[in-house]
């Protein structure tokens, strides 16, 4: 009676077991203790492609492909000497030979059978050929993907790497482009500004022909008619009438020749020939010189009274600069007041640094709105047209008095008078 199963029989026992080992799905081989193989289930028949018939009774080794088939019997010999083996009650992966010759994976477990008289083992495979072929289809798959990363890290850097190159050209280009755009929106600059002084320039030479046609008219009618008059006067009595044609003349060719100097030292300016040149000298003695020249053109009774600084002050200013101002100012200053009426020529020094130099008249003033255009080139004032003038005197003095580093200011009336003041640095040593 079999303790397990207590109502079967040991015949029916043998049957269920034959049953069992007959449809598993794993190979079950039983050998004896010299290598023999005693039986073999369908399993692992169809596994090895024999006939169960092809094996039983044969060397199990015949299952095993080379070396390990040469081997097999020492294994037994050593485990039956020794008692140790490398697979019993083990499992492990070893190779399986079929009929056809080819090897495949397979897991081996083998474990010892005690039976009454002698030891059998019987071993269970079970196949890994479709484990095997999926691993090394995940490896093959894997091996595929790494290289696939790395060619695709490759590609990618160097995408990155042109990117990066065409970045660095498109900002090279960009300021290129900047460079270039700023060097073209220079040089229309220039082009626009050089046009704008032609233009100035071509209008001022304009202008000054209408002017100098128009000025030039009443000195040049007198030079004729004083020049006529004189021809007539032939004898000697006649020689006080002579000398005041021929003052006349000389007054006319003075007046002409102002004209051409006012003109002359604006294209100058213009054209950005006049410079500073500062030297020393005594001022008093520069301005006392002024006065002296410009007696000729005083009118009757008309006096420059000046009030200077005792002490000598030394002055850097450009000398020719200061003298065209100062023979401007005290010019107008004579021309735009009456006979008899005095003009003041002063020198202060109000502030440690600056110099001022006023000349004052009691003429025929500036008329209030006239003010704000009194240093614009050819600007006369209303009450001026019938006095000969250019009206290019103050703002060529305006533009010396600005390269001198000084200032240019001043008060009027009408009908009472103007005050002219230049603030100018006092300097005593040579700085600029
Ligand atoms: P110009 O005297 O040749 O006309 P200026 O440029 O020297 O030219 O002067 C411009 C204008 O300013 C003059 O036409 C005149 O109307 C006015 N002006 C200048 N100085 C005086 C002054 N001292 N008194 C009155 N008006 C003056």
Not at 146 to 161: F, G, W, Y
């Amino acid at each position: 009676m079999n303790p397990q199963f207590p109502y079967e029989s040991i015949q029916e026992v043998a049957l269920r077991l034959q049953a069992i080992i007959e449809t598993a799905i794993d190979g079950i081989i039983l050998i004896d203790a010299f290598g023999i193989v005693e039986s073999i289930n369908p399993a692992a028949a169809t596994l090895f492609g024999y006939a169960e018939q092809e094996v039983i009774g044969k060397n199990i080794s015949m299952l095993m492909p080379s070396p390990y088939n040469e081997q097999h019997d020492d294994y037994i010999d050593r485990y039956k000497k020794t008692g140790k083996a490398k697979i019993i009650g083990i499992g492990r992966e070893v190779s399986g030979l079929r009929k056809d010759g080819t090897i495949f994976p397979m897991r081996l477990a083998v474990s010892e059978v005690q039976l009454e008289n002698r030891i059998v083992f019987t071993g269970i495979i079970h196949d890994l050929s479709a484990v095997k072929q999926a691993h090394e289809k995940i490896h093959r798959l894997n091996e595929e993907l790494e290289s696939k990363v790395i060619t695709r890290t490759e590609e990618l850097a160097s995408v990155v790497n042109k990117l990066l190159n065409t970045n660095k050209r498109l900002q090279y280009e960009v300021q290129e482009r900047i460079a270039a755009e700023e060097a073209l929106r220079k040089s229309e600059e220039e082009v626009r500004i050089a046009l704008e002084n032609e233009k100035e320039l071509s209008e001022l030479k304009s202008r000054f022909v209408s002017m100098a046609s128009h000025e030039f008219r009443t000195p040049l009618s007198t030079i004729l008619s004083s020049v006529s008059l004189i021809g007539r006067y032939t004898t000697t009595e006649q020689q006080d009438k002579r000398e005041k044609h021929i003052n006349r003349i000389k007054s006319a060719v003075q007046n002409l020749t102002g004209i051409l100097n006012d003109f002359l030292s604006l294209s100058r300016l213009e054209e950005g020939k006049v410079s500073n040149k500062p030297t020393a000298f005594d001022l008093q003695l520069f301005c006392t010189e002024i006065i002296e020249e410009l007696q000729g053109v005083l009118k009757p009774g008309q006096k420059i009274i000046k009030d200077f600084p005792k002490e000598a002050i030394q002055v850097f200013l450009d000398e020719r600069l200061l003298k065209n101002v100062l023979f401007n100012l005290l010019s107008n200053a004579i021309k735009y007041s009456g006979e008899d009426r005095p003009i003041y020529f002063e020198i202060t020094q109000e502030l440690p640094n600056t110099l001022c130099l006023c000349i004052k008249d009691e003429g025929i003033g500036i008329p209030e709105k006239d003010i704000p255009h009194l240093f614009s080139r050819f600007f006369r004032a209303t009450n001026a047209t019938n006095i000969q003038g250019t009206g290019l005197g103050l703002n060529i003095v305006k533009r010396y008095v600005e390269l001198m580093k000084g200032k240019i200011r001043f008060e009027s009336q009408e009908g009472k008078g103007s005050s002219f003041w230049i603030d100018l640095p006092l300097r005593h040593t040579p700085i600029d």
